[in-house]
């Protein structure tokens, strides 16, 4: 026997001990259950590429959150696919959009729920840029004014919480002022503040029908290769006014993440986004990897490297384990 002073095996011998020195917990309210809303009545349709996830009409979707809310899921957030699209997408400014439409059925028919209303554009254009285009740019200002309609409409309609996602410099000035100017002080903002331009879209743009008919993101969302950016597009956001930031996707930037848990004290939330949710189903699905294990792993790496909360694709099915 040697004379060894330190064994961490000590606290690993069994699962009490195990549970006992445990230093990231997960619990049902960390997550936020995206949800995607369609037209038309009785209909679920399993997106392809995110199994276990469907399109939902209003009725719908009103059952769904109603069994994730029983499991103890508190938080939603919503995207749409519009009856039409075109170029400016009036359906996200519309009061009769299909998400306002939604909203208002979710806080009518289920109690203690928060509302989350993603806050963009591509969703609902013809050409799926997340801004107005003219001469295959996408113009910044113009764009503003259009997302601030849209989170009026949608806090008129119940929302608890808007969210911007769609990358434009001042967005959260932009709406933090259309909020306050209509009596709307009290909704909080969480920013899209570090979206990069990622591959792990792909599975929600199928779902979204939201794939750019031109060009890409990337003149809009981040560099992939850029950490301190990052930093600055958070700072930004902070001193417009958000309240909460997030860090999207969540997986492959859990670096910048963490960073930005040192560099603000705001909540932050992190998104593991359809593409991240797809790797694990389809390698699940050839039987290459455990599932739930996984399911469990990357969700506890994201609240480890700082994440107070997170939109997950398994929010429910999380919930019902818990
Ligand atoms: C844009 C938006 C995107 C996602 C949510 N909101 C992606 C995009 O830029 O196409 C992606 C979410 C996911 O992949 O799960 N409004």
Redesign the pocket.
């Given at each position: 026997m040697r004379n060894l002073i330190n064994r961490p095996r000590r606290l690993r011998r069994g699962e009490s001990i195990r549970a006992l020195v445990r230093e990231t917990r997960l619990t049902v309210d960390d997550f936020i259950y995206?949800l995607f809303v369609c037209e038309g009545e009785g209909i679920r349709r399993e997106i392809g590429p995110m199994p276990g996830q469907y399109h939902l009409s209003i009725d719908e979707l009103v059952k769904e959150v109603s069994e994730a809310r029983k499991l103890g899921v508190r938080s939603v957030i919503l995207?749409g696919l519009p009856k039409e699209k075109d170029a400016h997408g009036s359906d996200a400014f519309a009061e009769q959009g299909i998400v306002q439409r939604a909203i208002r059925a979710l806080k009518q028919e289920v109690n203690d729920l928060i509302v989350i209303a993603?806050n963009?554009l591509?969703?609902y254009t013809d050409h799926g840029h997340?801004g107005v285009v003219k001469d295959n740019d996408v113009l910044n200002d113009p764009t503003l004014d259009l997302l601030a309609k849209a989170a009026v409409v949608q806090a008129k309609a119940g929302a608890d919480i808007i969210a911007p996602?769609?990358m434009m410099d001042g967005f959260v000035e932009a709406i933090r002022e259309a909020l306050d100017e209509n009596g709307f002080e009290h909704i909080p903002i969480l920013s899209?503040a570090v979206?990069y331009a990622s591959g792990?879209?792909?599975?929600?743009?199928e779902a979204?029908g939201?794939t750019p008919q031109f060009g890409d993101?990337r003149s809009y969302?981040m560099d992939p290769a850029n950490r301190r950016e990052a930093m600055r597009e958070a700072m930004l956001d902070i001193d417009e006014g958000a309240d909460m930031l997030m860090v999207?996707?969540a997986l492959a930037y859990l670096d910048v993440l963490k960073e930005l848990r040192e560099r603000s004290d705001l909540p932050l939330a992190a998104?593991q986004?359809?593409?991240e949710?797809a790797m694990i189903k389809a390698a699940a699905r050839l039987g290459w990897l455990d599932e739930n294990r996984i399911m469990w792993e990357t969700l506890t790496a994201i609240k480890r490297a700082g994440a107070d909360l997170i939109l997950t694709?398994y929010a429910k099915e999380a919930a019902r384990q818990l």
């Open positions: 995206p995207f993603d963009c591509c969703e997340c996602s769609n899209y979206k792990f879209y792909g599975p929600f743009r979204a939201s993101r969302q999207k996707p998104y986004v359809s593409g949710y694709y």
